[in-house]
């Protein structure tokens, strides 16, 4: 398992609990963003720099995903594309985008996009809560205990 961040929006505090798993279990974690990031020094924690531009770091997020790994996102369409790939999608809230869930996740975003569009205003999401980071410490703690471990070389 590779986990794969959306970078550009992602909590600082979730950033940082990242990259304690990463030198905690060797899990590499990479940060993908339209600018440089500052990330600690390791050998397990990576960022890509991609052009600015709609959709380019959720794009070759898609692209470098593959079944089984994790993406920290709190992109909609982007956590669709993922699980569509085979890959596990997470909120930063602490919400897994699944198959059975996604559909659901979807409408209800091109819902409220299209009362914005029409002028409705909806408000924006609560602010960031350190609950939310419990939520999400505990879900990704989960998920890492469940990994399977790298197949063993032969001798």
């Known amino acids: 398992m590779n986990i794969w961040v959306d970078a550009d929006a992602c909590p600082g505090v979730i950033k940082d609990m990242l990259f304690r798993v990463a030198d905690r279990t060797g899990i590499v974690v990479t940060l993908v963003a339209n ?4 990330t600690p020094p390791s050998r397990y924690i990576k960022s890509i720099v991609v052009p600015a531009g709609f959709d ?12 089984g790994d994790l993406v920290i996102t709190a992109d909609i369409p982007l956590a669709a594309a993922v699980v569509e790939k ?6 930063p809230r602490g919400e897994m985008y699944t198959r059975e869930n996604i559909g659901q996740h979807l409408g209800m975003r091109n819902f409220m996009e299209e009362l914005r569009s029409s002028g409705v205003e909806t408000g924006g999401p609560a602010a960031f809560s350190a609950a939310d980071g419990r939520a999400f410490a505990r879900v ?16």
Do not use: M, Y
Not at 35 to 38: A, K
Not at 140 to 155: C, G, N
């Open 56 to 67: 380019v770091a959720d794009n070759e997020i898609v692209r470098l995903t593959d079944a």
């Open 35 to 38: 600018r440089s990031l500052r």
């Open 140 to 155: 990704l703690d989960r998920l890492v205990a469940q990994r399977k471990p790298p197949a063993a070389t032969a001798q």
């Open 86 to 91: 085979g890959g596990s999608a997470l909120n």
